[in-house]
């Protein structure tokens, strides 16, 4: 069982380029989760999505946009990179009510 | 605003002792979701406990509780006994009503032989 896949798992970025981090789960879970984690902090929210063409924006949803046209599948597009967006960023996915969030392994970006 | 604090960015503790790591929440749902996770340097997050807000019974498991204080909006993990496996960054998080999933800024724990 995969759980939630997230690739690449490292990545260097020059500043103004794209780029898309992908993340897949297999659980048939309904909710999805993109964080960005900086140096010594904690997990600040970018994007969410509740289901299959349903996404909205977290607390630092500036400069990402995501998209979810199937249930397995929630990418991260990064427009326009800048150093700011240097950090580690994890997917995540869970069913409703109280459960826990399964986490991808993160993708570490550096922009230089 | 749904905010999840967590004042004590580091801590240490003497392996077989037991600490204690703090988190105060805010929110004006009625009902949510609190959790404490766990990341060991291999950024892997583990869940280490949950609780409902409307359970007034502090959750346990194994080494690990909480002091649930529902009116004070604190929520705050025990670990008796600590290992030094225990060594991570501790997250409290908490889910406000149904969708989002809140993380606190983490207590980097350690424990020393």
């Known amino acids: 069982n995969a759980g939630v896949t997230q690739t690449p798992k490292f990545r260097i970025l020059k500043i103004g380029q794209s780029m898309t981090l992908q993340c897949t789960q297999d659980m048939n879970h309904n909710y999805m989760y993109w964080y960005r984690q900086d140096p010594g902090m904690g997990l600040k929210l970018i994007y969410y999505?509740?289901?299959?063409?349903?996404?909205d924006k977290g607390e630092v949803p500036n400069g990402y946009n995501v998209s979810r046209s199937t249930t397995e599948d929630f990418p991260l597009r990064l427009e326009l990179a800048a150093p700011s967006q240097t950090s580690v960023y994890f997917c995540a996915s869970r069913t409703g009510g109280n459960t826990e969030a399964f986490f991808g392994q993160g993708t570490r970006l550096t922009v230089v | 605003a749904q905010t999840v604090t967590q004042s004590q960015p580091e801590m240490s503790v003497q392996e077989a002792e037991t600490v204690t790591l703090s988190c105060t929440y805010d929110?004006?749902?009625?009902?949510?979701?609190l959790f404490w996770y766990k990341q060991p340097p291999s950024r892997q997050m583990i869940l280490v406990i949950r609780q409902e807000a409307y359970k007034q019974q502090n959750a346990t498991e194994n080494r690990f509780s909480v002091n649930f204080q529902k009116a004070a909006k604190s929520f705050s993990l025990k670990i008796s006994d600590s290992q030094l496996g225990d060594t991570a960054m501790y997250f409290c998080a908490f889910i406000p009503g149904t969708y989002k999933y809140i993380f606190g800024t983490g207590t980097r724990l350690k424990v020393l032989a």
């Open positions: 929110t004006s749902e009625s009902n949510y979701y």
């Open positions: 999505s509740v289901g299959a063409g349903i996404t």
